[in-house]
């Protein structure tokens, strides 16, 4: 359990190594405590802004700015007795630094009253040292909220990425007003709790905003032609959340345009790819002149295939049409394979159906696709 007590002390402690010198001034700290005794209160004389650099690790930069947050300090005394938890709970100097840099009110902290107990509460939780490393540390309130997220999410894994994205609101919402009652609501829409953590590692204040936000998001989902308890709800759901009304419409009235869709034919595109309202204009001009002009594929084939919208143009699209356009203009396909086909297979399937097959006839073909994923079009193709 050792390994447990150290790290969920830099995201929530900052991110270890990123600022400050890889030295280790808590072995200098207590090795000159250990030889000179405790070190006497001084309230007229404490250099805050020296100490932070001699002692914590700050650069002189992060140093000036962190001293104007502790100007009340009149001793060492309690930041000494800090540094000596957060070596004995084994972060390193490079840590501690990016620590104290990212929030130097920590060195104010009481260590038995709110440290101690916060690294006692996350060790509780199965964390590991690195991921105590990444939390917020003088928080007390920390631990039952984390007893809440932790199983909500799946994983250490998934609450740290959470956190990263919105832990200050994360930490600072109210469970019981706030995230439980969206939570709630979000089953009732019938997402699992994997659909929930899924969703908010990308949109992490779906749980701290107000529970009407979030019904007016389920709405909007529901109005795109995706219906609660749907596969692709959660999708829908990630694609609206937090856009307004108008800008979802605009898009909308964009894909039918860009496309040629018929309303029926866009609803049923965005009940299978609800993410194209994420992507950009100007992708998805690149990729409807692209499918419709070159490739010559009907409005409707796309509109019950989106997926293909989805798909990298440069990087998978374009160069699998261009290849299996080569294998029957030569004659090497024995079989009608369609565009559909082609796109979606994966990358190990592709290679195993379509390009080792035609090592000895087309020798040039594995290097000409190589050439084409890289936004090149080949000689031969």
Not at 63 to 71: G, M, V
Not at 131 to 146: E, G, M, Q
Not at 190 to 207: E, F, V
Not at 244 to 249: G, R, V
């Amino acid at each position: 359990m050792l390994r447990l007590r150290g790290c969920i002390v830099a995201h929530l402690l900052s991110f270890s190594s990123t600022s400050g010198p890889a030295i280790s001034p808590l072995h200098r700290l207590l090795s000159a405590s250990a030889a000179a005794g405790p070190i006497s209160p001084n309230p007229s004389g404490f250099a805050v802004e020296e100490y932070l650099v001699d002692t914590c690790g700050l650069t002189r930069p992060q140093a000036l700015k962190a001293s104007t947050k502790l100007s009340h300090l009149k001793s060492p005394a309690n930041p000494d007795a800090v540094l000596a938890f957060l070596s004995g709970v084994g972060l390193s100097g490079a840590d501690v630094a990016a620590v104290v840099a990212k929030g130097p009110q920590l060195l104010c902290a009481k260590v038995d009253k709110t440290l101690a107990p916060v690294v006692d509460g996350l060790t509780g939780l199965g964390l590991s040292r690195s991921d105590i490393a990444h939390a917020y540390f003088r928080c007390r309130s920390i631990v039952p909220k984390l007893h809440y997220y932790l199983p909500l999410l799946g994983s250490s894994h998934n609450l740290l990425r959470l956190l990263k994205r919105g832990g200050s609101h994360l930490l600072s919402s109210d469970l019981d007003k706030v995230v439980k009652p969206n939570v709630a609501f979000l089953r009732e829409c019938g997402l699992g709790d994997c659909d929930i953590a899924k969703l908010c590692i990308h949109r992490p204040r779906m749980l701290t905003t107000n529970l009407e936000r979030v019904r007016a998001m389920v709405t909007c989902a529901q109005g795109i032609g995706v219906p609660r308890g749907s596969g692709m709800f959660r999708q829908a759901l990630h694609a609206v959340a937090f856009q307004s009304e108008e800008k979802i419409a605009a898009k909308v009235d964009y894909l039918k345009n860009t496309f040629r869709w018929s309303a029926a034919e866009l609803v049923i595109a965005l009940s299978k790819a609800p993410m194209l309202l994420r992507m950009s204009k100007d992708m998805l001009q690149r990729k409807s002149e692209f499918l419709l002009s070159e490739v010559g594929l009907e409005p409707m084939y796309i509109a019950h295939r989106p997926i293909i919208i989805c798909l990298s143009l440069e990087g998978r699209v374009r160069p699998r049409y261009y290849l299996v356009k080569f294998l029957k203009k030569n004659g090497l396909l024995d079989r009608d394979l369609s565009f559909y086909t082609a796109v979606k297979m994966t990358d190990k399937v592709f290679v195993e159906k379509l390009i080792s097959p035609h090592k000895e006839a087309a020798p040039h073909l594995a290097q000409d696709y190589a050439i084409a994923c890289k936004g090149e079009v080949p000689t031969n193709f």
